[in-house]
């Protein structure tokens, strides 16, 4: 089973931890995507479990890999070939102050909102290839409130390019899976 995980608030890390590393055990896959990676960072995630940001996916679409290319390995490559011997210095940190004035300026006030602009709903496409080309998450863990309006824009685009729909809980324990036979109370 794949399971995303939604916890953008980060105020349900022990159950989140807990959650992810069941799913783990079981033999699943566990994504959890957070807002911020610092507030989990002292978690202790099993071996299996991913941590991811809504950066770290945009980063792997194709535009932007491109302007991460033209903006700071293309630099870095010129500087390490030509900045040799006595210019080694002074190449270092005329490439420090081109990543901090130039490139982190660029990419900021051009690239991003240009990015998102282009491409509006890159962030839910990404989520979705990161589970696989054809198959998403089967279950959506909507871990804390701030994670509601997220889970919400996931699920519309999602539908609106015609993928399926993952099923979407709390928690874990509270997934009613349709495989799993149903008992009636009222026999």
């Known amino acids: 089973m794949q399971v995303l995980f939604l916890a953008l608030g980060a105020s349900r890390k022990r159950a989140v931890v807990e959650e992810s590393a069941e799913v783990v055990a079981r033999g699943g896959r566990a994504v959890v995507l957070v807002g911020a990676r610092k507030p989990w960072l002292d978690q202790g995630f099993e071996p299996g479990v991913e941590l991811l940001t809504a950066d770290d996916l945009e980063a792997r679409h194709l535009p932007r890999r491109l302007e991460r290319m033209v903006l700071y390995r293309v630099p870095r490559l010129v500087v390490r070939v030509a900045g040799r ?20 300026r660029l990419h900021r006030r051009v690239f991003v909102p240009l990015h998102r602009r282009v491409w509006p709903k890159v962030s839910d496409r990404m989520v979705w290839r990161h589970f696989g080309p054809r198959k998403g998450p089967e279950l959506l863990v909507v871990a804390d409130a701030l994670s509601v309006p997220r889970a919400v824009q ?3 685009a999602w539908e609106s390019d015609g993928l399926a729909v993952p099923r979407v809980c709390y928690g874990i324990d509270s997934d009613v899976s349709p495989q799993t036979p149903q008992t009636s109370a009222a026999r």
């Open 154 to 156: 996931l699920i519309q």
């Open 85 to 104: 011997g006595p210019l080694a210095g002074k190449a270092k940190r005329a490439l420090k102050a081109y990543e901090r004035r130039v490139a982190a």
